[in-house]
């Protein structure tokens, strides 16, 4: 019962926004940012360890292909909750997220609308399995 709460407050926090900057989301961006989550919330698998070490969030910056395959590896843009105590969990925490999105490529990601080049698209995907909504 434990892991299926700590699944759905995984499931409800792993967000993800096309841009650094979330007040210049578009709508569409925040629809496709939600659809990019969605899919790569699904492949999240939790690493073993101690409770303490769930406390830590991971925030990557992720780039796609047009066609939806990860370009290049996930980079770890920060961890938040690390502490002397969770530390030595922060190398799995991580670790699991990037094997998250790379189990999942490739995404569905539609065209943009009116935009005929093909372009990478960056993310920033935030993993969070133990904060409350």
Not at 18 to 38: F, G, H, K, M, P
Not at 56 to 75: C, E, N, S
């Amino acid at each position: 019962m434990k892991s299926v709460m700590t699944m759905l407050a995984l499931s409800a926090l792993l967000t993800a926004c096309a841009r650094s900057d979330v007040q210049a989301l578009s709508t569409i961006d925040r629809q496709l940012s939600a659809r990019v989550a969605e899919q790569v919330r699904r492949c999240y698998r939790y690493p073993r360890m101690p409770s303490a070490g769930r406390r830590i969030v991971t925030r990557l910056l992720v780039r796609y292909a047009p066609d939806g395959m990860v370009v290049g590896l996930p980079l770890l843009v920060w961890q938040q909750g690390v502490t002397p105590e969770t530390r030595p969990y922060a190398g799995r925490m991580a670790e699991a997220a990037k094997q998250a999105v790379v189990r999942c490529s490739p995404v569905s990601l539609p065209e943009e609308p009116g935009k005929a080049d093909a372009r990478t698209r960056e993310f920033y995907l935030t993993f969070s399995p133990q904060m409350k909504a």
